[in-house]
């Protein structure tokens, strides 16, 4: 079996909100170049794992390595341009696509050429013309498709996706799992994604992590999903837990 | 005014009284208490006042004034509670525009460095100073709870605090100098401000009095645009660690 370098890894972290355990211990990798799906029930603490990588939120204890080194070390705004995030809302700023594709240039007071905006949008399958479109007369696909493309312009190495296929039609969807697998194959990006579709988690991910109340209570190559050792999972896996 | 007059003003307090018995509207037992309240506090604050410009000391000048902010922070905090330490942020809003005005009065000789012209002037820079920072708060808060997402996209692009703020920060500052600016153009149109009411009706020559007037509403303006630009610059810190989070994440 190959062994993967971790990309992220995780060692006893907990996380909690005025004292309620949100998450863990948990202790686990992400390896890299890989596509790692994060399954489980609603409230299982996916979102916050995905904040405390890319350090919107801190463990309360617990150690978080990025790429070996501990993330606390990592300056938060480099840590975020490595460690890139896509919303599940995909939310917009006002103006055009343009405006929101140059967006993580313009942080650095910086400016994204036209050809460069072009590429990036037909990076994700998106027709240069669209780059004068407003923002907000995109469909909710290619919202997310240019909400991928924003965070590629930060050339991270590693890629947070928080459910972003899930309020998109059978057709979007499937654009958007090829698009991820074609950046992970192009960049050699490790992408950590968050679904509530299994069929998706295993036909797309390389590993899964299976997080149950804040644990994680299975982690290992997708195909786990098919035939689940622990009890929790086989419940998920079955539909008894949402 | 006469002793008789004055007690005839009442008649405009027992009509309200009237009206809310005859119709139910429960409005009795709080227009009775702030009837009570305006008429003791008017009283001791004119007693006081005579007494302030009869010593004719700055010390007690000073008094006043400190009086006047300590009243409006305890009233404006009440709106920030969700700002960490908004009192010293309101108080040292407020100190910096009564200094800056004050300043700019009395520097080049505007008006006269007297309790007369001080005082009250001081009282319409605090009070004003006041309500823009309850304005300004309620926006700020709103549109960081509103916009929580537009907040969390800039900083997970790698963005800063100041930048993943600006926009509501903005808005905000917007928002609540708009009535001071608007009601600005219709002054003297639709309303006579209360002021210049006064300052006619106890017999000055009206053109003196829109002359002060004006001084007030330019002085007011600069109140209006620095109190919510200060406040905001002061508020938007403590909304965030030294880890650059927002403070209060919500989760799945």
Same mark, same amino acid.
């Given at each position: 079996?190959?062994?993967?370098?971790?990309?992220?890894?995780?060692?006893?972290? !907990?996380?909690?909100?005025?004292?309620?355990?949100?998450?863990?211990?948990?202790?686990?990798?992400?390896?890299?170049?890989?596509?790692?799906?994060?399954?489980?029930?609603?409230?299982?603490?996916?979102?916050?794992?995905?904040?405390?990588?890319?350090?919107?939120?801190?463990?309360?204890?617990?150690?978080?390595?990025?790429?070996?080194?501990?993330?606390? *070390?990592?300056?938060?705004?480099?840590?975020?341009?490595?460690?890139?995030?896509?919303?599940?809302?995909?939310?917009?700023?006002?103006?055009?696509?343009?405006?929101?594709?140059?967006?993580?240039? !313009?942080?650095?007071?910086?400016?994204?050429?036209?050809?460069?905006?072009?590429?990036?949008?037909?990076?994700?399958?998106?027709?240069?013309?669209?780059?004068?479109?407003?923002?907000?007369?995109?469909?909710?696909? =290619?919202?997310?498709?240019?909400?991928?493309?924003?965070?590629?312009?930060?050339?991270?190495?590693?890629?947070?996706?928080?459910?972003?296929?899930?309020?998109?039609?059978?057709?979007?969807?499937?654009?958007?799992?090829?698009?991820?697998?074609?950046?992970?194959? +192009?960049?050699?990006?490790?992408?950590?994604?968050?679904?509530?579709?299994?069929?998706?988690?295993?036909?797309?991910?390389?590993?899964?992590?299976?997080? @149950?109340?804040?644990?994680?209570?299975?982690?290992?190559?997708?195909?786990?999903?098919?035939?689940?050792?622990?009890?929790?999972?086989?419940?998920?896996? +079955?539909?008894?837990?949402? | 005014?006469?002793?008789?007059?004055?007690?005839?003003?009442?008649?405009?307090?027992?009509?309200?009284?009237?009206? *809310?018995?005859?119709?139910?509207?429960?409005?009795?037992?709080?227009?009775?208490?702030?009837?009570? !309240?305006?008429?003791?506090?008017?009283?001791?604050? $004119?007693?006081?006042?005579?007494?302030?410009?009869?010593?004719?000391?700055?010390?007690?000048?000073?008094?006043?004034?400190?009086?006047?902010?300590?009243?409006?922070?305890?009233?404006?905090?009440?709106?920030?509670?969700?700002?960490?330490?908004?009192?010293?942020?309101?108080?040292?809003?407020?100190?910096? @525009?009564?200094?800056?005005?004050?300043?700019?009065?009395?520097?080049?000789?505007?008006?006269?460095?007297?309790? =007369?012209?001080?005082?009250?002037?001081?009282?319409?820079?605090?009070?004003?100073?006041? @309500?823009?920072?309850?304005?300004?708060?309620?926006?700020?808060?709103?549109?960081?709870?509103?916009?929580?997402?537009?907040?969390?996209?800039?900083?997970?692009?790698?963005?800063?605090?100041?930048?993943?703020?600006?926009? =509501?920060?903005?808005?905000?500052?917007?928002? *609540?100098?708009?009535?001071?600016?608007?009601?600005?153009?219709?002054?003297?149109?639709?309303?006579?401000? $209360?002021?210049?009411?006064?300052?006619?009706?106890?017999?000055?020559?009206?053109? =003196?009095?829109?002359?002060?007037?004006?001084?007030?509403?330019?002085?007011?303006?600069?109140?209006?645009?620095?109190?919510?630009?200060?406040?905001?610059?002061?508020?938007?810190?403590?909304?965030?660690?030294?880890?650059?989070?927002?403070?209060?994440?919500?989760?799945?």
């Amino acid at each position: 079996m190959t062994t993967y370098e971790p990309a992220i890894h995780f060692k006893d972290v !907990r996380y909690s909100i005025d004292g309620n355990p949100i998450i863990g211990p948990i202790t686990g990798s992400f390896p890299a170049g890989q596509i790692t799906t994060l399954v489980g029930p609603s409230g299982a603490g996916k979102t916050t794992v995905l904040k405390l990588c890319n350090g919107l939120l801190s463990p309360d204890a617990g150690e978080i390595l990025v790429e070996g080194r501990p993330i606390g *070390s990592l300056e938060p705004t480099a840590l975020r341009r490595k460690v890139g995030m896509a919303l599940q809302d995909a939310p917009m700023v006002n103006g055009s696509v343009y405006d929101n594709l140059a967006l993580p240039l !313009r942080l650095r007071k910086k400016e994204l050429s036209e050809t460069d905006a072009v590429s990036w949008l037909e990076d994700v399958g998106l027709p240069a013309d669209y780059l004068h479109k407003k923002a907000t007369e995109l469909s909710g696909g =290619q919202r997310q498709k240019v909400s991928i493309a924003r965070t590629l312009v930060n050339h991270s190495d590693i890629l947070l996706m928080d459910e972003i296929t899930s309020a998109l039609d059978r057709g979007s969807k499937r654009e958007i799992e090829s698009l991820i697998t074609r950046i992970n194959e +192009k960049y050699g990006t490790t992408i950590i994604w968050i679904t509530h579709n299994l069929e998706q988690a295993i036909s797309i991910g390389d590993f899964t992590w299976v997080l @149950v109340a804040g644990e994680l209570v299975e982690t290992g190559e997708s195909r786990i999903l098919e035939k689940p050792a622990d009890e929790r999972v086989r419940r998920f896996v +079955k539909g008894e837990l949402q | 005014m006469s002793p008789i007059a004055l007690s005839l003003t009442l008649i405009f307090v027992l009509i309200p009284l009237l009206l *809310s018995r005859t119709l139910n509207l429960g409005l009795e037992k709080d227009t009775l208490i702030a009837t009570v !309240r305006s008429i003791v506090q008017l009283f001791a604050v $004119g007693y006081i006042l005579k007494f302030v410009f009869d010593s004719d000391s700055y010390i007690y000048i000073l008094m006043m004034i400190a009086l006047m902010i300590f009243a409006a922070v305890h009233n404006a905090s009440k709106k920030g509670k969700a700002i960490p330490g908004i009192s010293w942020k309101i108080t040292a809003t407020i100190i910096a @525009v009564e200094v800056l005005t004050q300043g700019i009065l009395l520097g080049f000789g505007i008006v006269p460095a007297t309790a =007369q012209y001080i005082i009250p002037i001081s009282g319409m820079v605090v009070g004003n100073s006041m @309500v823009l920072s309850i304005l300004f708060l309620n926006r700020f808060t709103s549109e960081m709870e509103t916009h929580r997402n537009r907040t969390e996209l800039i900083l997970s692009l790698g963005g800063t605090p100041k930048q993943a703020v600006h926009t =509501q920060l903005t808005d905000a500052i917007k928002a *609540s100098t708009i009535p001071t600016i608007e009601s600005q153009k219709t002054m003297g149109l639709v309303q006579l401000p $209360g002021m210049m009411s006064g300052q006619i009706i106890a017999g000055a020559d009206p053109v =003196q009095a829109v002359q002060f007037q004006l001084l007030i509403l330019f002085l007011l303006l600069t109140t209006a645009v620095v109190s919510s630009i200060l406040l905001g610059f002061l508020s938007y810190p403590s909304l965030f660690n030294e880890r650059m989070q927002l403070i209060r994440q919500s989760n799945d």
